[in-house]
């Protein structure tokens, strides 16, 4: 899903498209390109809502106002202007710089905050237009109703996802809690998919002219198969820690507004799933930086959330779709209306995690590893 708007028709992207007045349009492999009355569309990545793609983008040409749930961007070209929106919650960042005429997510500029999206005319005037991603729920929920909600959400993007995926399915057991929920969400959907023991990593065109430069300075690239020209399904677990509220960054608000002396529970349940990985030093410093202070829980909500919608991890590469059920933004909402004691119970031991594993095979949590967060 990399892109490049620019005056240049870069070499180093597989496509390159001359848009009007000297200004192109540059892409990897993958992208979907077709016409609807006088405007060009450039799609990729998958919508998901039960609604036919069609009626989808027609309403998004009416409104591209991101709203609608996904991982998914889309660049429209009318004969006066360029419209790039996505997914309600952006999976990849945008950087511009006006003064050298670019707009893209390969390399790092100026960025465009996920809760905005962007127009621009072809003398390369940008105008940046704010939406909202997220309702905030400040209502506490019972463990039952979290758990069912947080189980049918994750159900509903299989269901929805499985039904008009036509590429082969590939997933990869890292030994993570967050891989091993989705692969028993899977298993209950379809036995239509490969078990990944190997790495790999096709050299496509656009990857082995960007990955030593730009690709690779992106963390979860460093961590992510490809292959390539092949259209593939790549399911992943990212957003896992961060939308599940085990990341250390976002745990660090949680703990500031309940003042909960994390170092010390660490201490005392040395056996639970993140020990290891919380008790690194760069973790244990986010631990002890100043608290911040909250004067209600809504602030804390909504603080969290606003740093999630602007971490990207897997975005689509080449013909490789990454699809990321855990990035949806109404997940970490339900998690943050749990009780105080259940949140410890998540942030330490993914309690959440393992309890949707249980109702799907409880055999399954026999894979999860003690080791993946330690080296």
């Known amino acids: 899903m990399f892109f490049e708007i620019s005056e240049k028709e870069q070499k180093n992207f597989t496509k390159n498209y001359h848009l009007k007045d000297g200004i192109f349009l540059n892409l990897d492999s993958g992208w979907n390109v077709f016409n609807i009355g006088e405007k060009k569309l450039y799609f990729k990545g998958y919508i998901s809502e039960k609604q036919p793609f069609e009626t989808i983008i027609n309403d998004i040409i009416k409104d591209p106002t991101p709203r609608f749930k996904g991982n998914f961007f889309l660049i429209i070209c009318s004969d006066k202007k360029i419209t790039l929106t996505n997914d309600k919650n952006r999976g990849t960042p945008v950087y511009y710089c006006k003064d050298s005429k670019v707009i893209t997510n390969l390399s790092t500029k100026e960025g465009i905050w996920a ?30 109703q979290s758990i069912e909600k947080i189980y049918n959400i994750i159900a509903n993007e299989f269901d929805i996802f499985l039904t008009k995926n036509k590429s082969p399915i590939k997933i990869f057991l890292s030994g993570g809690i967050d891989t091993l929920t989705l692969y028993s969400f899977l298993k209950k959907f379809t036995k239509n998919f490969e078990l990944v023991d ?12 960007n990955w030593h430069e730009h690709i690779k300075k992106y963390w979860a690239y460093n961590q992510i198969h490809t292959w390539g020209e092949e259209p593939t399904t790549l ?9 599940m509220l085990r990341g250390p960054a976002t745990i660090k608000y949680l703990i500031d507004y309940y003042d909960i002396d994390f170092i010390s529970l660490l201490k005392k349940n040395k056996d639970c799933y993140h020990y290891d990985y919380f008790m690194k030093e760069k973790n244990i410093d986010i631990f002890k930086q100043e608290k911040k202070v909250f004067a209600h829980k809504k602030d804390m909500i909504f603080y969290i959330l606003n740093i999630l919608i602007n971490d990207h991890q897997h975005w689509h590469l080449d013909n490789t779709t990454c699809f990321t059920p855990f990035k949806n933004i109404e997940l970490p909402n339900i998690v943050m209306n749990l009780e105080k004691d259940i949140l410890i119970e998540q942030m330490l031991d993914a309690k959440i995690n393992k309890d949707l594993i249980l109702k799907n095979n409880p055999d399954d949590l026999r894979l999860l590893s003690k080791y993946k967060n330690k080296f």
């Open 235 to 243: 399911i992943t677990g990212a957003c896992g820690d961060e939308y």
């Open 115 to 144: 809760n905005n999206f962007c127009e621009l005319d072809y003398d390369f005037n940008i105008t940046i237009k704010k939406f909202n991603p997220y309702n905030i729920i400040d209502k506490e929920l019972s463990y039952e």
């Open 198 to 209: 190997y790495e790999y990593k096709k050299w496509t065109h656009f990857y082995k002219h």
